[in-house]
């Protein structure tokens, strides 16, 4: 919008026209309000905003105003807020357009964001950015566009962990008056359906949402630094930008262990894609991916091996969540061998010797047919950035070392998703993505805050948490109580006939608040969000044992498990508050 009641000849001879992008504005009503009380302050001769565009033009006496004066002026407006870095100047004697031609830009190799990557955080970044209207570069190395989720991680393990619960259901009844008679299993169509799902999803949650952007330039290709703004690409062509968001993920951890590359491995990256089935798998590692894995080739018929180095799979948790996977595990039929540590690997014919140090200090030979399976965590994908030029700061184990804003020890380079030191899930990644963006062009800064973050692993049952356990709180000397139900205490798990595991609840005694939670049951990760919003907004465990839930749903065990913290729930009739 046109506001020009102010005029020409009240121009000074020195003047300035600056174009920002707006932040904020939702009507014609916003842009109104913006030039009515900019056109108040001293040295502003003429304003344009438009509300559609999100841009601001304004014109003002350079010896009256600066334009950090206007730009500090312009967030004083209620809910506005300018977008750093995006200010377009045009200094001169009279009005001028300040219009960027964005073409041009790129054309130079020159653009106002570089993200580094092409998984969640990426994608995220590059959304946020064309709301702002930022020319941006995305480089992209290693996996399609898309990342790991999509690819190779949260999409295809859980299409092939349902597949396999539907397998494992026609085998296994909790019910004595039904007996499942099995299925026939086509696992080659299994892995076909889980390929094209994979395909259809990469097009459709990332590559469309992109494909009209006007901003955005996609290039496949290694980024490497020349300076903190500048990227070489494939050794060919540099690319300059204000700010660069690294959001290049993270790959499976390969151990350093003799023979291991010469006798060959599959990581989850190579495994989803077989379509033979494997004759076993010994899979090194116990932790979230490995477990997972373990528990959905097992169902479709692989004979599966665990070996891990720490005393019991899943370390990070407590030993009573433990022991409720490793009984159903071994039930099973999974082999889990716990403090066993792999030195040496070699063929023999078509066979796979693993040597071992066991438990007691002895050593053995474990012979496996089929395939080894690399899970031994993931390392940030870092390597090929050189970062040496630019000395950024990396932690102990190579992650990318930021603040709650996403912000390194440089100060126009960000980072965000599982390359960083934060916690490594496709949706903490996506809001780390957009949050790297707008601080590294907006004035008003925001925080990434993981207090009530909540989590699952999909195996069955499953095991999901938000906020801390009480060995946390212990260490950190909040004064605690834990209380824990079995869910032979929910009736929800008594009608299924199905009551593998518990859930365990974390409130400080001073406050009330829940601080933490844990759950493992069959389909437990669906009653973790509503835990995660408890520890968020400060909800007491009075609150959640008085508020009402549906009779017969896993979520009353919430319920129950906040009652336990002061009664014998076992002597409460149903429905009982």
Known sequence: MKNLFKKKNELSQKTET??????????????????????????????????????????????????????????????????????????????????????????????????????????????????????????????????????????????????????????????????????????????????????????????????????????????????????????????????VVIATGATTNIPNIEGLNEVGYLTNVSLFDLEEKPKSLTIMGAGYIGLEMAMAYNRLGVKVRIIEFTDRPLRSQTEDITDVLVEQMKSEGIEILPNFRAFKFEKEGNDTIIHCNCPDGSTTQIVEKGHIVVATGTTPNTSKLGLKKIDLKLSERGHIVVNEKMETNISNIYAAGDVTNTPPFVYTAATEGSTAVNNAFSLSKQSVDYASLPWVVFTDPQIAGAGMDEIEAESRGIPFEVSKLDLTHVPRALAAQDTRGFIKLIRNTETDKLIGARVIAPEGGELIQQLSMAIKFGITVKDLAESFYPYLTLGEAVKLAAITFGKDVSKLSCCAS
């Open 18 to 243: 600056v174009s920002l992008q707006i932040e904020g504005m939702t009507c014609s009503g916003c842009s109104l309000h913006i030039e009515k009380d900019i056109n108040k302050k001293d040295g502003i001769l003429i304003s344009s905003v438009n509300h559609e565009t999100g841009k601001g033009e304004f014109t003002f006496d350079t010896a009256k105003l600066n334009k950090e004066e206007l730009i500090n002026a312009v967030n004083s407006i209620g809910k506005y807020t300018v977008v750093k870095g995006n200010e377009k100047e045009d200094c001169c004697d009279s009005i001028s357009d300040s219009t960027t031609d964005k073409a041009s830009n790129k054309g130079k190799n020159q653009f106002d964001l570089i993200v580094i990557g092409g998984g969640s955080a990426a994608f995220s970044a590059a959304i946020k950015a064309e709301s702002l209207g930022l020319t941006t570069l995305m480089v992209n190395g290693g996996l399609d566009f898309g990342g790991t989720c999509v690819n190779v991680g949260c999409v295809p393990s859980k299409n092939l962990i349902r597949a396999a619960e539907t397998a494992y259901h026609t085998t296994h009844s909790n019910f004595a008056g039904i007996k499942p008679k099995g299925a026939d299993i086509d696992f080659a169509q299994i892995i076909k359906d889980k390929k094209a799902l994979v395909a259809a999803l990469q097009q459709q949650k990332y590559m469309d949402v992109v494909s009209d952007f006007e901003n955005l330039t996609m290039l496949k290709g290694w980024a490497e630094f020349v300076n903190n703004n500048t990227i070489i690409v494939d050794g060919k062509d540099t690319y300059t930008a204000t700010n």
